[in-house]
């Protein structure tokens, strides 16, 4: 499993809204690694494989995932997982 690190930002200055679910991600950087993608190395194969169409693993991680873009972040997805993580640790 892949550890996320969220690091809350005090500097945002935005009041707390009514009505809001916290805690709530505005901005972040790159796309998670697929689950059981192995690891660093796996993830650094993943991404090697998928941007060369002659590589013998393409189609089979383009099958696994579909497209997939390492750069591409989702604050609502990321949000998601937050909320999920709490809801989990409190049992």
């Not at 945002?12 to 690694?33: D, F, Q, S």
């Amino acid at each position: 499993m892949w550890k996320k690190r969220f690091q809350p930002d005090e500097k945002v200055g935005h009041p707390i809204e009514k009505g809001m679910t916290y805690p709530l991600c505005l901005e972040g950087a790159r796309a998670c690694p697929p689950e059981d993608v192995g690891g660093i190395g796996g993830y650094a194969e993943f991404l090697e494989a998928l941007a060369d169409p002659e590589h013998e693993r393409h189609d089979e991680f383009l099958e696994w995932t579909g497209p997939f873009d390492p750069e591409e972040f989702d604050p609502k997805g990321a949000t998601k997982q937050m909320l999920q993580g709490l809801r989990k640790s409190r049992g």
